[in-house]
């Protein structure tokens, strides 16, 4: 596939767009009118071709953007990479895991090539190429986790099985939802969702845990989660709270289509092979409503699913301040009929 990356800008003047090509293929969340927690959990195999799910991990147009965000979020506070010592044979599995999916699905952007232990590398849309020994650490120029964390979009978590229970015991988190790594290292599956509203009363994590516990090295599982964000902001974390939070207070009836933006997260979860543990990646699809609407159907089901969330999830997902102003802009999309179910664009 031929790939041409953006020049562009996720703060400051905030230049990121959507062709069209990539507003066609976003990964629309709601099927129906109406929103609410599920364990919706699915098989992660090959989707439509074109579709954010058609390869094991999606890259474009905006791939050399975000690494780059990144690369500047982890500049100011390298914080937002940690791993525990015990998390080695974890991190290769993840290098493994990423590189061999990229180089397999995108061959023209990158490639490897395996000799015994002594792996070479190229990541042309990023410039690097490197020699190294697989398993030695020191042959890489930081560690495994976060030398490929750096090339590949999105959050990723290492999670360490024991007790049956699942653990963050590494991440590269630089494009979160408002929550934390650091805060979050160290706690278990139900306490780092204990901030959720209605899920845990509906047995949802429970469900998933289990799950999750007993899935199997070379099955991987997805599910899609979303919110919105003001302006098209990456890190929108806790610790960077005072850049993003005022911009809440700016959207009007009138500038909703171009400020807010729906953010989808595809979740990916994979067994890895020599650690036992799960590598957890949630890949963030920013799309601004003035652009959702070139498709009138996901505006009128935005309009819908927003409108009548329930308020526990809006107060949660932190849309509250702004939420009359989008129902606003977006309810001229909506005539009342009804709407067939799927995600499906016109
Ligand atoms: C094991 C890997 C997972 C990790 C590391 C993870 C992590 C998180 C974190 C950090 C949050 C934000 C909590 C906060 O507000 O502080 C969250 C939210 C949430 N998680 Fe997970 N999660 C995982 C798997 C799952 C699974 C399998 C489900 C399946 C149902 C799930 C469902 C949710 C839901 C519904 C929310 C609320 C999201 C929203 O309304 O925007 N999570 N998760």
């Given at each position: ?134 398993g030695d650490r020191d042959t ?24 049956n229970d699942l653990y963050v ?163 001229k999309f909506d005539d009342g ?10």
């Open positions: 596939m031929a790939l041409a990356f953006k020049k562009e800008t996720f703060r400051d003047d905030y230049t990121y767009r959507n062709s069209p090509e990539a507003i066609r293929r976003f990964p629309f969340p709601f099927p129906e009118d109406r929103y609410m927690y599920s364990v919706n959990m699915e098989p992660h195999v090959p989707g439509a071709k074109g579709s954010a799910v058609e390869h094991i991990l999606d890259v474009d147009e905006h791939y050399v953007a975000e690494c780059a965000d990144k690369a500047i979020t982890l500049a100011q506070d390298p914080g937002r990479y940690a791993a525990l010592p015990h998390t080695m044979d974890a991190q290769w599995d993840v290098l493994e895991l990423i590189m061999d999916a990229l180089a397999n699905d995108y061959p023209e952007q990158f490639k490897l090539s395996k000799n015994g232990n002594v792996w070479s590398w190229e990541n042309k849309p990023l410039n690097i190429k490197d020699t190294f020994t697989f890489l120029p930081m560690e495994p986790f976060e030398y490929i964390g750096r090339q590949i979009q999105g959050d990723w978590t290492i999670l360490d099985q024991r007790d015991d590494a991440g590269i988190v630089t494009s979160q939802a408002d929550w934390s790594l650091m805060f979050d290292a160290g706690m278990s599956f139900m306490q780092w969702h204990g901030p959720v509203p209605q899920a845990h009363e509906m047995g949802i994590f429970e469900r998933a845990l289990k799950y999750l516990l007993n899935m199997q090295y070379g099955s991987p599982v997805r599910r899609f989660n979303w919110t919105m964000t003001i302006n098209p902001r990456l890190d929108t974390s806790p610790e960077n709270y005072e850049q993003w939070g005022q911009d809440r207070n700016t959207v009007t009836p009138q500038n909703a289509g171009e400020k807010v933006h729906l953010r989808v997260e595809l979740q990916t979860l994979y067994r890895l092979p020599r650690s036992n543990g799960i590598v957890f990646s949630i890949r963030c699809y920013l799309i601004s409503l003035e652009d959702l609407a070139t498709y009138p159907r996901w505006a009128k089901r935005m309009h819908r699913v927003l409108r009548d969330l329930h308020p526990d999830l809006a107060e949660y997902k932190g849309l509250v301040k702004y939420r009359d102003a989008a129902v606003q802009w977006l309810s009929a009804p709407l067939e179910l799927g995600t499906q664009a016109e």
